[in-house]
Protein backbone atom coordinates (compact mmCIF):
# COMPACT_ATOMS: atom_id res chain seq x y z
CA UNK A 1 0.00 0.00 0.00
CA UNK A 2 2.82 2.72 0.79
CA UNK A 3 4.16 2.11 -3.11
CA UNK A 4 0.86 2.87 -4.31
CA UNK A 5 0.14 5.93 -2.30
CA UNK A 6 3.47 7.28 -3.11
CA UNK A 7 2.82 7.19 -6.82
CA UNK A 8 -0.51 8.54 -5.90
CA UNK A 9 1.49 11.77 -4.05
CA UNK A 10 4.13 11.38 -6.61
CA UNK A 11 1.84 11.91 -9.68
CA UNK A 12 -0.07 15.01 -7.31
CA UNK A 13 3.20 17.15 -7.22
CA UNK A 14 3.77 16.33 -10.80
CA UNK A 15 0.53 17.83 -11.74
CA UNK A 16 0.89 20.24 -9.20
CA UNK A 17 4.32 21.54 -10.78
CA UNK A 18 2.34 21.44 -14.75
CA UNK A 19 -0.96 23.30 -12.60
CA UNK A 20 1.17 25.32 -11.57
CA UNK A 21 3.16 26.29 -14.08
CA UNK A 22 0.22 26.49 -16.61
CA UNK A 23 -1.87 29.18 -14.29
CA UNK A 24 1.70 31.29 -14.02
CA UNK A 25 1.60 31.60 -17.76
CA UNK A 26 -1.95 32.48 -18.12
CA UNK A 27 -2.05 34.99 -15.47
CA UNK A 28 1.21 36.73 -16.38
CA UNK A 29 0.45 36.64 -19.79
CA UNK A 30 1.90 40.42 -20.73
CA UNK A 31 2.60 41.34 -17.08
CA UNK A 32 6.29 41.39 -15.67
CA UNK A 33 6.56 38.60 -13.08
CA UNK A 34 9.52 38.38 -10.50
CA UNK A 35 10.06 34.66 -10.57
CA UNK A 36 9.42 32.52 -14.18
CA UNK A 37 6.30 30.20 -14.18
CA UNK A 38 8.66 26.74 -13.90
CA UNK A 39 9.38 28.68 -10.36
CA UNK A 40 5.92 28.52 -9.58
CA UNK A 41 5.02 25.05 -10.68
CA UNK A 42 8.23 23.74 -8.34
CA UNK A 43 6.79 25.88 -5.91
CA UNK A 44 3.79 24.30 -5.88
CA UNK A 45 5.59 21.10 -6.06
CA UNK A 46 6.65 21.69 -3.06
CA UNK A 47 3.67 22.49 -1.16
CA UNK A 48 2.35 19.20 -2.49
CA UNK A 49 5.37 16.54 -1.51
CA UNK A 50 6.02 18.16 1.62
CA UNK A 51 3.02 18.45 3.75
CA UNK A 52 2.43 14.99 2.60
CA UNK A 53 5.73 13.64 3.63
CA UNK A 54 4.96 14.93 6.67
CA UNK A 55 1.94 13.37 7.70
CA UNK A 56 3.34 10.06 6.69
CA UNK A 57 7.11 10.53 8.70
CA UNK A 58 4.37 11.33 11.55
CA UNK A 59 2.13 8.37 11.09
CA UNK A 60 5.17 6.27 10.51
CA UNK A 61 6.62 7.54 14.01
CA UNK A 62 4.06 7.22 16.12
CA UNK A 63 1.57 4.57 14.11
CA UNK A 64 2.69 1.31 16.63
CA UNK A 65 2.27 2.97 19.48
CA UNK A 66 -1.28 4.23 18.87
CA UNK A 67 -2.15 0.69 16.96
CA UNK A 68 -0.51 -1.06 20.38
CA UNK A 69 -2.80 1.40 22.96
CA UNK A 70 -6.14 0.61 20.83
CA UNK A 71 -5.28 -3.23 20.53
CA UNK A 72 -4.89 -2.72 24.33
CA UNK A 73 -8.14 -1.11 24.74
CA UNK A 74 -10.13 -3.50 23.73
CA UNK A 75 -8.30 -6.66 25.05
CA UNK A 76 -10.68 -9.75 26.10
CA UNK A 77 -10.14 -10.55 30.15
CA UNK A 78 -8.82 -14.01 29.64
CA UNK A 79 -6.00 -11.97 27.77
CA UNK A 80 -5.59 -8.81 29.92
CA UNK A 81 -5.34 -11.44 32.96
CA UNK A 82 -2.01 -12.75 31.60
CA UNK A 83 1.43 -11.60 32.66
CA UNK A 84 3.03 -8.93 30.66
CA UNK A 85 5.25 -11.21 28.64
CA UNK A 86 2.84 -14.18 27.80
CA UNK A 87 0.25 -10.92 26.65
CA UNK A 88 2.57 -9.39 24.55
CA UNK A 89 3.63 -13.52 22.76
CA UNK A 90 -0.23 -13.91 22.55
CA UNK A 91 -0.68 -9.98 21.00
CA UNK A 92 2.88 -11.36 18.98
CA UNK A 93 1.27 -14.60 17.77
CA UNK A 94 -2.31 -12.53 17.06
CA UNK A 95 -0.17 -10.12 14.48
CA UNK A 96 1.75 -13.29 13.07
CA UNK A 97 -1.53 -15.00 12.46
CA UNK A 98 -3.37 -11.79 11.12
CA UNK A 99 -0.42 -11.42 8.04
CA UNK A 100 -1.53 -14.76 7.23
CA UNK A 101 1.72 -16.76 9.20
CA UNK A 102 0.77 -20.01 11.22
CA UNK A 103 0.36 -19.51 14.88
CA UNK A 104 3.01 -21.03 17.13
CA UNK A 105 0.27 -23.54 18.88
CA UNK A 106 0.93 -22.62 22.52
CA UNK A 107 -2.44 -21.38 23.89
CA UNK A 108 -4.89 -23.61 25.12
CA UNK A 109 -8.52 -22.66 25.75
CA UNK A 110 -9.84 -19.93 25.89
CA UNK A 111 -7.27 -18.56 24.48
CA UNK A 112 -6.59 -20.58 21.51
CA UNK A 113 -10.48 -19.48 20.59
CA UNK A 114 -9.52 -15.94 20.93
CA UNK A 115 -6.57 -15.88 18.98
CA UNK A 116 -8.46 -15.78 15.62
CA UNK A 117 -10.77 -13.03 17.59
CA UNK A 118 -7.56 -10.49 18.21
CA UNK A 119 -5.90 -11.62 15.15
CA UNK A 120 -9.11 -10.08 12.95
CA UNK A 121 -8.92 -7.08 14.76
CA UNK A 122 -5.85 -6.56 14.98
CA UNK A 123 -5.57 -6.40 11.23
CA UNK A 124 -9.08 -3.90 11.34
CA UNK A 125 -6.98 -1.76 13.24
CA UNK A 126 -4.24 -1.85 11.30
CA UNK A 127 -5.69 -1.33 8.17
CA UNK A 128 -7.47 1.46 9.71
CA UNK A 129 -4.46 3.40 10.50
CA UNK A 130 -3.14 2.81 7.44
CA UNK A 131 -5.62 4.14 5.30
CA UNK A 132 -6.27 7.20 7.73
CA UNK A 133 -3.18 7.94 7.40
CA UNK A 134 -2.88 7.65 3.67
CA UNK A 135 -6.39 9.92 3.30
CA UNK A 136 -4.21 12.50 6.00
CA UNK A 137 -1.71 12.62 3.09
CA UNK A 138 -3.85 13.45 0.13
CA UNK A 139 -5.63 15.96 2.25
CA UNK A 140 -2.37 17.58 2.87
CA UNK A 141 -1.04 17.62 -0.17
CA UNK A 142 -4.33 18.70 -1.80
CA UNK A 143 -4.37 21.57 0.79
CA UNK A 144 -0.70 22.44 0.42
CA UNK A 145 -1.60 22.21 -3.54
CA UNK A 146 -4.50 24.78 -3.36
CA UNK A 147 -2.56 26.94 -1.09
CA UNK A 148 0.41 27.30 -3.62
CA UNK A 149 -1.89 28.13 -6.38
CA UNK A 150 -3.72 30.99 -4.22
CA UNK A 151 -0.08 32.00 -4.15
CA UNK A 152 0.42 32.49 -7.50
CA UNK A 153 0.77 36.17 -8.69
CA UNK A 154 2.75 38.21 -10.58
CA UNK A 155 4.60 40.49 -7.57
CA UNK A 156 5.09 36.47 -5.53
CA UNK A 157 8.50 35.91 -5.00
CA UNK A 158 8.35 32.15 -6.08
CA UNK A 159 12.11 31.81 -6.83
CA UNK A 160 13.28 33.00 -2.87
CA UNK A 161 10.93 30.62 -1.28
CA UNK A 162 11.99 27.78 -3.23
CA UNK A 163 15.10 28.62 -2.75
CA UNK A 164 14.11 29.00 0.98
CA UNK A 165 13.25 25.14 0.68
CA UNK A 166 16.18 24.16 -0.79
CA UNK A 167 18.35 25.66 1.82
CA UNK A 168 15.80 24.05 4.62
CA UNK A 169 16.39 21.05 3.20
CA UNK A 170 20.34 20.76 3.09
CA UNK A 171 20.58 22.22 6.70
CA UNK A 172 18.21 19.76 7.83
CA UNK A 173 20.96 17.07 5.93
CA UNK A 174 23.70 18.82 7.62
CA UNK A 175 21.90 18.96 10.63
CA UNK A 176 21.33 15.23 10.88
CA UNK A 177 24.83 14.40 10.07
CA UNK A 178 25.89 16.39 12.84
CA UNK A 179 23.64 15.36 15.53
CA UNK A 180 24.80 11.84 14.33
CA UNK A 181 28.10 12.49 14.96
CA UNK A 182 27.44 14.09 18.46
CA UNK A 183 25.03 11.16 19.31
CA UNK A 184 27.76 8.87 18.29
CA UNK A 185 30.19 10.79 20.90
CA UNK A 186 27.71 11.46 23.27
CA UNK A 187 27.19 7.29 23.83
CA UNK A 188 30.63 6.43 23.99
CA UNK A 189 31.40 9.06 26.09
CA UNK A 190 28.43 8.51 28.37
CA UNK A 191 29.23 4.76 29.08
CA UNK A 192 33.20 5.42 28.88
CA UNK A 193 32.43 7.70 31.84
CA UNK A 194 30.74 4.88 33.67
CA UNK A 195 33.65 2.49 32.93
CA UNK A 196 35.98 4.91 34.31
CA UNK A 197 34.28 5.53 37.45
CA UNK A 198 35.08 1.63 38.36
CA UNK A 199 38.34 1.62 36.51
CA UNK A 200 40.56 4.69 37.06
CA UNK A 201 42.01 6.39 33.63
CA UNK A 202 45.13 5.72 34.55
CA UNK A 203 44.97 1.84 35.03
CA UNK A 204 43.33 2.05 31.49
CA UNK A 205 45.71 4.03 29.79
CA UNK A 206 49.46 2.92 31.30
CA UNK A 207 48.31 -1.27 32.59
CA UNK A 208 49.95 -4.09 30.97
CA UNK A 209 47.46 -6.46 31.55
CA UNK A 210 44.09 -7.32 30.03
CA UNK A 211 41.76 -10.08 31.35
CA UNK A 212 38.53 -8.09 31.35
CA UNK A 213 36.59 -11.36 32.93
CA UNK A 214 34.36 -10.73 35.84
CA UNK A 215 33.26 -14.38 38.15
CA UNK A 216 29.86 -14.18 38.82
CA UNK A 217 30.79 -15.02 42.88
CA UNK A 218 32.63 -12.55 44.69
CA UNK A 219 34.60 -15.54 45.99
CA UNK A 220 35.62 -16.67 42.69
CA UNK A 221 39.03 -16.70 41.77
CA UNK A 222 39.44 -13.77 39.66
CA UNK A 223 36.33 -11.78 40.58
CA UNK A 224 38.22 -8.03 40.03
CA UNK A 225 39.88 -8.62 36.03
CA UNK A 226 42.40 -6.52 34.76
CA UNK A 227 41.69 -3.84 32.19
CA UNK A 228 45.28 -2.17 31.50
CA UNK A 229 44.85 -1.70 27.29
CA UNK A 230 48.82 -1.41 26.99
CA UNK A 231 48.46 -5.02 25.11
CA UNK A 232 45.80 -3.78 23.12
CA UNK A 233 47.15 -0.36 21.67
CA UNK A 234 50.72 -2.81 20.94
CA UNK A 235 49.21 -5.01 18.91
CA UNK A 236 47.21 -2.53 17.38
CA UNK A 237 50.66 -0.49 16.82
CA UNK A 238 52.48 -3.50 15.81
CA UNK A 239 49.67 -4.74 12.91
CA UNK A 240 49.48 -1.52 11.45
CA UNK A 241 52.92 -0.66 11.28
CA UNK A 242 53.46 -4.44 9.39
CA UNK A 243 50.33 -3.19 6.93
CA UNK A 244 52.08 0.22 6.21
CA UNK A 245 55.08 -1.46 5.44
CA UNK A 246 53.65 -3.92 2.98
CA UNK A 247 51.18 -0.93 1.49
CA UNK A 248 53.01 2.07 1.31
CA UNK A 249 56.18 0.83 -1.01
CA UNK A 250 54.03 -1.36 -3.13
CA UNK A 251 51.74 1.33 -3.45
CA UNK A 252 53.21 3.86 -3.86
CA UNK A 253 55.59 2.03 -6.39
CA UNK A 254 52.27 1.11 -8.46
CA UNK A 255 51.16 4.71 -8.54
CA UNK A 256 54.47 5.58 -9.84
CA UNK A 257 54.41 3.47 -12.69
CA UNK A 258 50.75 4.57 -13.20
CA UNK A 259 51.20 8.25 -13.87
CA UNK A 260 54.80 8.18 -14.97
CA UNK A 261 55.80 4.91 -17.05
CA UNK A 262 52.20 3.20 -17.61
CA UNK A 263 51.59 3.72 -21.50
CA UNK A 264 47.35 4.34 -21.84
CA UNK A 265 46.47 0.38 -22.55
CA UNK A 266 48.81 -0.41 -19.58
CA UNK A 267 46.98 2.06 -17.04
CA UNK A 268 43.16 0.92 -18.63
CA UNK A 269 43.63 -2.52 -17.75
CA UNK A 270 46.35 -2.12 -14.25
CA UNK A 271 44.06 0.43 -12.72
CA UNK A 272 41.07 -1.10 -12.55
CA UNK A 273 42.37 -4.53 -11.71
CA UNK A 274 44.01 -2.58 -8.41
CA UNK A 275 40.96 -1.00 -7.52
CA UNK A 276 38.64 -4.44 -7.60
CA UNK A 277 41.03 -5.11 -4.37
CA UNK A 278 39.43 -2.32 -2.40
CA UNK A 279 35.79 -3.85 -2.90
CA UNK A 280 36.71 -7.63 -1.76
CA UNK A 281 34.73 -8.04 1.74
CA UNK A 282 37.34 -7.67 4.90
CA UNK A 283 35.79 -11.47 5.80
CA UNK A 284 37.18 -12.44 2.16
CA UNK A 285 40.81 -11.37 3.18
CA UNK A 286 40.61 -13.36 6.66
CA UNK A 287 39.88 -16.47 4.75
CA UNK A 288 42.62 -15.90 2.58
CA UNK A 289 44.56 -14.86 5.49
CA UNK A 290 43.79 -17.39 7.55
CA UNK A 291 43.83 -20.30 5.15
CA UNK A 292 46.95 -19.42 2.84
CA UNK A 293 48.90 -16.90 3.99
CA UNK A 294 49.12 -18.02 7.43
CA UNK A 295 49.92 -21.67 6.56
CA UNK A 296 52.08 -20.95 4.38
CA UNK A 297 54.48 -18.70 6.68
CA UNK A 298 54.02 -21.48 9.37
CA UNK A 299 55.43 -24.11 6.94
CA UNK A 300 58.41 -21.16 5.90
CA UNK A 301 59.06 -20.62 9.50
CA UNK A 302 59.04 -23.90 10.88
CA UNK A 303 61.23 -25.09 7.81
CA UNK A 304 64.17 -22.74 8.99
CA UNK A 305 63.64 -23.50 12.29
CA UNK A 306 64.01 -27.24 12.41
CA UNK A 307 67.10 -26.07 9.94
CA UNK A 308 68.72 -24.14 13.11
CA UNK A 309 67.90 -26.67 15.11
CA UNK A 310 71.13 -28.59 16.64
CA UNK A 311 73.68 -25.39 15.44
CA UNK A 312 74.70 -22.33 17.25
CA UNK A 313 71.06 -20.95 16.54
CA UNK A 314 69.64 -24.05 18.67
CA UNK A 315 67.57 -21.42 20.46
CA UNK A 316 65.90 -19.33 17.90
CA UNK A 317 65.38 -22.56 15.98
CA UNK A 318 62.86 -24.25 18.38
CA UNK A 319 61.03 -20.97 18.83
CA UNK A 320 60.81 -20.94 14.75
CA UNK A 321 59.59 -24.73 14.75
CA UNK A 322 56.92 -23.81 17.26
CA UNK A 323 55.25 -20.73 15.06
CA UNK A 324 51.59 -21.02 14.59
CA UNK A 325 49.50 -20.16 11.70
CA UNK A 326 47.78 -16.96 13.73
CA UNK A 327 50.43 -13.78 14.40
CA UNK A 328 50.93 -10.41 13.77
CA UNK A 329 52.46 -11.05 10.38
CA UNK A 330 49.99 -13.19 8.89
CA UNK A 331 47.47 -10.45 9.56
CA UNK A 332 49.44 -7.17 9.06
CA UNK A 333 50.75 -8.92 5.74
CA UNK A 334 47.12 -9.17 4.33
CA UNK A 335 46.14 -6.21 5.75
CA UNK A 336 48.46 -4.29 3.17
CA UNK A 337 47.28 -6.27 0.58
CA UNK A 338 43.89 -5.18 1.44
CA UNK A 339 45.27 -1.49 1.91
CA UNK A 340 47.20 -1.53 -1.67
CA UNK A 341 44.83 0.44 -4.25
CA UNK A 342 44.04 2.86 -1.13
CA UNK A 343 47.37 3.79 -1.17
CA UNK A 344 47.89 3.43 -4.82
CA UNK A 345 44.72 6.05 -6.06
CA UNK A 346 45.79 7.69 -3.27
CA UNK A 347 49.23 8.19 -4.61
CA UNK A 348 48.09 8.34 -8.27
CA UNK A 349 45.96 11.32 -7.78
CA UNK A 350 48.59 13.06 -5.90
CA UNK A 351 51.34 12.64 -8.32
CA UNK A 352 49.20 13.44 -10.91
CA UNK A 353 47.94 16.98 -9.21
CA UNK A 354 51.87 17.63 -9.27
CA UNK A 355 52.10 20.96 -12.40
CA UNK A 356 53.37 19.51 -15.39
CA UNK A 357 55.75 22.75 -15.38
CA UNK A 358 57.94 20.86 -13.12
CA UNK A 359 58.75 17.89 -15.20
CA UNK A 360 58.61 20.13 -17.98
CA UNK A 361 61.70 21.67 -16.17
CA UNK A 362 63.51 18.90 -14.99
CA UNK A 363 63.53 17.59 -18.51
CA UNK A 364 64.84 20.91 -20.20
CA UNK A 365 67.71 20.76 -17.61
CA UNK A 366 68.96 17.03 -18.96
CA UNK A 367 67.20 14.35 -16.01
CA UNK A 368 66.31 11.51 -17.12
CA UNK A 369 62.24 9.93 -16.27
CA UNK A 370 64.17 8.20 -12.87
CA UNK A 371 65.50 11.31 -11.82
CA UNK A 372 63.01 13.30 -12.22
CA UNK A 373 60.38 11.18 -10.44
CA UNK A 374 62.90 11.03 -7.39
CA UNK A 375 64.51 14.33 -7.54
CA UNK A 376 61.43 16.38 -8.51
CA UNK A 377 57.89 14.70 -8.13
CA UNK A 378 58.07 12.36 -5.18
CA UNK A 379 59.77 15.61 -3.03
CA UNK A 380 56.83 17.84 -4.30
CA UNK A 381 54.17 15.35 -3.62
CA UNK A 382 55.74 13.66 -0.53
CA UNK A 383 53.54 16.03 1.97
CA UNK A 384 50.24 14.93 -0.04
CA UNK A 385 50.95 11.12 -0.30
CA UNK A 386 51.83 11.31 4.14
CA UNK A 387 48.73 12.88 4.72
CA UNK A 388 46.96 10.54 2.05
CA UNK A 389 48.63 7.69 4.08
CA UNK A 390 47.44 8.74 7.17
CA UNK A 391 44.22 9.96 6.53
CA UNK A 392 42.79 6.75 4.50
CA UNK A 393 45.64 4.05 5.13
CA UNK A 394 46.96 4.04 8.85
CA UNK A 395 42.49 4.70 10.09
CA UNK A 396 41.80 2.52 8.15
CA UNK A 397 44.34 0.21 9.21
CA UNK A 398 43.23 1.11 12.60
CA UNK A 399 39.56 0.25 12.57
CA UNK A 400 40.00 -3.35 10.89
CA UNK A 401 38.35 -6.29 12.80
CA UNK A 402 37.59 -9.38 10.47
CA UNK A 403 41.60 -9.91 9.81
CA UNK A 404 42.62 -9.23 13.02
CA UNK A 405 40.21 -11.90 14.23
CA UNK A 406 40.48 -14.65 11.65
CA UNK A 407 44.48 -14.64 11.40
CA UNK A 408 46.18 -13.05 14.65
CA UNK A 409 44.38 -14.63 17.39
CA UNK A 410 42.62 -13.13 20.19
CA UNK A 411 45.34 -13.18 23.33
CA UNK A 412 46.16 -9.90 24.51
CA UNK A 413 50.18 -9.98 24.42
CA UNK A 414 52.21 -7.32 24.99
CA UNK A 415 54.71 -7.91 22.23
CA UNK A 416 56.34 -6.36 19.53
CA UNK A 417 57.20 -9.83 17.81
CA UNK A 418 55.72 -10.12 14.43
CA UNK A 419 55.32 -14.01 14.55
CA UNK A 420 53.40 -14.08 18.35
CA UNK A 421 49.54 -13.57 18.81
CA UNK A 422 48.42 -10.42 18.97
CA UNK A 423 44.73 -8.77 19.20
CA UNK A 424 43.85 -5.37 18.54
CA UNK A 425 41.20 -2.62 20.30
CA UNK A 426 38.57 -3.20 17.55
CA UNK A 427 38.77 -7.50 18.13
CA UNK A 428 38.53 -6.70 22.00
CA UNK A 429 35.45 -4.12 21.58
CA UNK A 430 33.65 -7.05 19.52
CA UNK A 431 34.21 -9.42 21.64
CA UNK A 432 33.37 -7.91 24.79
CA UNK A 433 29.95 -6.85 23.14
CA UNK A 434 28.85 -10.34 21.73
CA UNK A 435 26.17 -12.10 23.30
CA UNK A 436 23.80 -11.40 25.89
CA UNK A 437 25.56 -8.84 28.03
CA UNK A 438 25.00 -6.81 31.30
CA UNK A 439 25.89 -3.00 30.49
CA UNK A 440 26.21 -2.41 34.61
CA UNK A 441 29.37 -4.68 34.86
CA UNK A 442 32.93 -3.22 34.31
CA UNK A 443 33.49 -6.01 31.46
CA UNK A 444 31.12 -4.97 29.28
CA UNK A 445 31.62 -0.97 29.83
CA UNK A 446 35.33 -1.35 28.56
CA UNK A 447 34.46 -1.73 25.34
CA UNK A 448 33.27 1.92 24.94
CA UNK A 449 36.33 2.45 27.36
CA UNK A 450 38.09 1.01 23.98
CA UNK A 451 35.70 2.54 21.53
CA UNK A 452 36.09 6.19 22.76
CA UNK A 453 40.04 5.88 22.63
CA UNK A 454 40.15 4.86 19.39
CA UNK A 455 38.05 7.89 18.58
CA UNK A 456 40.13 9.98 19.69
CA UNK A 457 43.53 8.28 18.01
CA UNK A 458 41.88 8.23 14.69
CA UNK A 459 40.48 12.20 15.07
CA UNK A 460 44.00 13.11 15.70
CA UNK A 461 45.51 11.30 12.90
CA UNK A 462 43.15 12.98 10.55
CA UNK A 463 43.40 16.43 12.01
CA UNK A 464 47.36 15.89 11.24
CA UNK A 465 46.50 14.28 7.90
CA UNK A 466 44.29 17.26 6.90
CA UNK A 467 46.38 19.69 8.13
CA UNK A 468 49.32 17.85 6.18
CA UNK A 469 47.28 17.99 2.73
CA UNK A 470 45.52 21.16 3.62
CA UNK A 471 49.76 22.49 3.33
CA UNK A 472 50.65 20.47 0.43
CA UNK A 473 48.00 21.88 -2.24
CA UNK A 474 48.78 25.42 -0.52
CA UNK A 475 52.00 25.04 -2.35
CA UNK A 476 50.48 24.55 -5.77
CA UNK A 477 47.31 27.24 -5.41
Not at 144 to 162: C, Y
Not at 253 to 282: C, D, F, H, M, N
Request: glycine share 8%; charged share 15%; hydrophobic share 55%.
Amino acid sequence: MIWILLLILAALAAAAFVGGRTLAQGRFRGVRAHSRPAQHGAYALIWVAAPALVVLMLAGIFAAPIERQLTAAGTPDAVAALEPFRREAFFADAHRLGRGEPALQIWERPLAEQLPVEARRMVRVERTLQWGAAVAAVLAAIMGGLFAFSQIRPNVRARNRVEGWIWGALFVCSAVAVLTTIGIIASLAFDAFRFFQHVPVTEFLFGTQWSPQIAIRADQVGSSGAFGAVPLFAGTLLIMLIAMLVAAPIGLLSAIYLSEYAGRTARAVIKPVLEILAGVPTVVYGFFAALTVGPALRVFFNEIGLFLIGGPLDGLGQYLALVQNQMALTAGAVMGIMLIPFVSSLSDDILNAVPQSLRDGSFAMGATKSETVKRVLLPAALPGIAGALLLAAVSRAIGETMIVTMAAGLAANLTFNPLDTVTTVTVQIVTLLTGDQEFNSAKTLSAFGLGLTLFLVTLMLNIVAQRIVQTYREQYD
